[in-house]
């Protein structure tokens, strides 16, 4: 890696860091609602992963998945409309926190079931098998979607069909409350890939480098042997499961401990040290990563709430093989178009300007 | 027109679609080198080979779900679930997914996909595998729910649902496999949302789909033989539904009947009572009446059976209520 892609990815985890402290404070201050799980602890493994993937290729997460979109580019301005409900959002207003989709950037979004998104990223692997591509899927998931059935079904079929999708286990040790000694009975959870004849490995998830070489080698196995591997990133999350959250079930120094190894001042010190960066530099690029923060929310205040007629639109695609007589009646047809939408460019109404 | 079986339209409509298309493949439980569990799909895998034919383990959610991500970067997947009874393992990836991700999105997603198979009871397999579900998956909006009657419906609508952009649920019905009918040779397509009136009549309408048409047929025939004239409405899709064309025949009659198997308690046909009344209200001469499956599982004993399910003679009963005869 050379200094200015260690920088940029330092650049990425700051700004998710920064990004997911206002959102903290937006909730409290009641300007997002619903539920809000926030990434900070887990920045090395979305910016060291999406870091490896090539423009075409397609990525699913679960619904702690503001860090993902932010690693691969997405403007975080549409970010912040989005989690205020506004029109301006990735996803119009429509999907919130836990939806953040951008399928031009092969986001495929942020999936609020646990597990429920592991069948589709076999689904995206077969479809590159069937069009005998070289594309790749990664799929991001928590400790709790292991014991779903959805994780059995999906790893089961990806190994036996020989698919080309990377599953990352964001271990951060709790299903909401839950431990993943209470809740499996494997403790090491790639291990798990061992029932399906599956290359699998773990990786210090608070670590970038390490996770980047670990995913590298996964990643390169799916692309040219079209084989799947499980992937066990150890991490954490800081803050609660979800804003409402006070963490209770663990203990104070377990939280002082893992913070210690915390993955943004690890990665600086890399980027100090072995691409000798001083710490005025350090510094500059975190008050960018807050005035881009700054600007977002700017900007998601600034964008109109969605118009009522909106609620009608995006649920059917407009198709010449549907009556429209039928269809028509039904308000849930009133809105639909045949295109898909292409998250916007930003409009007129925004006065919001900062490069980055 | 060429005389063929509902089973032999239905793989005619898929390999067709297969040849014309190639993002469009099948996937489900036995469907490839088994020739399919009820022989829908005989042949296709020697055609399109085992990537275009897949033949799944037995997990439902897995067949969803591929079918679903596939659908989403571009391909049309027909799943296929050996019968519906089975879809409720893959319900998460129906409703949680196929029909919800182009509206969380805001629009950028898209799912064509096609989750079709045997829905309703056969005979004797008791209440686990006899169910009709076509209420649950109507309610939902984002998902087409087709159910063909016949043979030429089955194709066309077949064809229709593969090539539609939107998630297609389509019911068929394992008694029906073996009806014969008359089908269009050639490339044709029935458009999802327009019914079909398959009996014409002036004095009730009686509403019907899937294997319930037959039902009502035959009660049409009872009632002609006594100087009643039923008008038989198939709407074919019930998502979106042709309202329109239950409300003419209803304005002409002036009394309805809908006939489903599925069961009353919340069943489609209160959402279609529901619609002719607020429509017809004062084209109507009488209440609406629903002919419906015994509000209790499944049993297994033929003669339970007959009793669950609606028979031509209740309908019949039905009419003669609504007419005050």
Redesign the interface.
């Given at each position: 890696m050379d200094r200015d892609e260690a920088l940029a990815l330092y650049r990425t985890m700051l700004l998710i860091r920064r990004f997911e402290e206002r959102c903290a404070q937006l909730y409290v201050e009641g300007k997002i609602g619903g539920f809000l799980h926030l990434y900070i602890g887990q920045e090395a493994v979305a910016v060291g992963a999406l870091s490896l993937l090539r423009p075409d290729d397609?990525f699913l997460t679960s619904y702690r998945d503001h860090g993902y979109a932010l690693a691969r580019g997405t403007d975080p301005r549409l970010l912040m409309a989005e989690l205020c409900g506004k029109i301006g959002?990735?996803?119009?207003?429509?999907?919130g926190s836990m939806?953040f989709?951008?399928?031009p950037l092969g986001n495929?979004?942020g999936?609020?079931?646990v597990g429920?998104?592991?069948?589709?990223?076999?689904?995206?692997?077969?479809?590159i098998?069937?069009r005998e591509t070289d594309q790749v899927v990664l799929c991001f998931f928590g400790d709790g979607a292991v014991n779903e059935?959805?994780f059995h079904?999906?790893l089961?079929?990806s190994a036996?069909?020989g698919l080309p999708v990377v599953f990352v286990i964001e271990n951060n040790r709790y299903g909401m409350g839950t431990s993943i000694d209470r809740a499996s009975s494997v403790k090491d959870l790639y291990q798990r890939g061992s029932a399906y004849g599956m290359p699998r490995t773990d990786v210090d998830g608070m670590d970038l480098l390490a996770v980047r070489h670990a995913l590298g080698e996964a990643i390169e196995r799916a692309r040219t042997e079209k084989r799947p591997t499980l992937l066990e990133a150890e991490t954490y999350r800081y803050r609660g499961h979800s804003m409402s959250d006070p963490g209770k079930y663990r203990t104070r120094e377990e939280v002082e401990e893992m913070m210690n190894q915390d993955p943004v001042l690890r990665f600086a010190k890399h980027v100090q040290q072995s691409h000798s960066v001083p710490e005025t530099e350090l510094a500059a690029m975190d008050k960018d990563a807050i005035a881009r923060v700054d600007d977002a929310v700017r900007f998601a205040e600034e964008s109109p709430w969605p118009n009522p007629e909106t609620l009608f639109?995006?649920?059917?695609?407009r198709?010449p093989?549907?009556?429209a007589?039928?269809?028509d009646?039904?308000p849930?047809?009133r809105g639909s178009?045949?295109e898909?939408?292409?998250?916007e460019e930003l409009p007129a109404w925004s006065s919001a300007r900062v490069e980055s | 027109m060429a005389t063929l079986t509902m089973r032999e339209a239905l793989n005619e409509a898929i390999g067709e679609e297969m040849r014309r298309d190639p993002t469009v493949f099948l996937i489900g439980e036995e469907v490839g080198h088994y020739q399919g569990p009820y022989k829908v799909t005989q042949g296709l895998i020697q055609e399109f080979g085992e990537w275009r034919v897949r033949d799944t383990p037995i997990a439902e959610e897995a067949i969803a779900g591929v079918a679903v991500g596939a659908a989403f970067v571009g391909m049309r997947p027909i799943a296929e679930m050996m019968t519906f009874n089975f879809s409720l393992l893959a319900l998460d990836q129906i409703v949680n997914h196929a029909a919800k991700y182009r509206y969380m999105s805001g629009g950028q997603v898209r799912c064509p996909m096609v989750l079709r198979g045997p829905s309703g009871a056969a005979a004797q397999v008791a209440a686990q595998h006899s169910q009709a579900f076509e209420s649950w998956f109507a309610h939902v909006p984002g998902l087409v729910v087709a159910m063909p009657s016949t043979p030429a419906d089955a194709k066309g609508l077949l064809k229709s649902a593969i090539r539609d952009d939107n998630p297609v649920i389509f019911m068929e019905n394992e008694v029906l496999y073996n009806l014969k009918g008359e089908v269009p040779e050639g490339d044709y397509t029935i458009p999802l949302g327009l019914g079909d009136v398959k009996r014409v009549g002036k004095d009730v309408t009686l509403v019907a789909w899937s294997r319930s048409v037959q039902r009502a047929l035959e009660a049409a025939d009872l009632l002609a033989a006594n100087g009643i004239e039923a008008e038989v409405v198939d709407p074919r899709t019930l998502r979106p539904l042709d309202d329109e064309l239950i409300f003419d025949s209803v304005r002409k009659t002036n009394r309805c009947v809908v006939i489903e198997e599925g069961w009353r308690y919340a069943g489609f046909g209160a959402e279609i009572a529901d619609r002719v009344q607020r429509s017809c209200f004062d084209d109507l001469d009488a209440p609406i009446l629903r002919v419906t499956a015994a509000d209790v599982p499944m049993p297994y004993s033929k003669k339970l059976e007959k009793v669950f399910l609606p028979q031509p003679k209740q309908i019949v009963d039905a009419v003669h209520q609504v007419l005050y005869r």
């Open positions: 397609y959002g990735i996803s119009r207003g429509k999907g939806h989709y951008d399928v495929f979004g999936d609020g079931i429920g998104h592991l069948p589709i990223a076999a689904g995206m692997g077969y479809s098998r069937l059935g959805a079904e999906a089961n079929v036996l069909w639109e995006d649920v059917y695609v198709s093989y549907i009556t007589g039928a269809a009646k039904e849930a047809w178009v045949a898909d939408r292409v998250p | -």
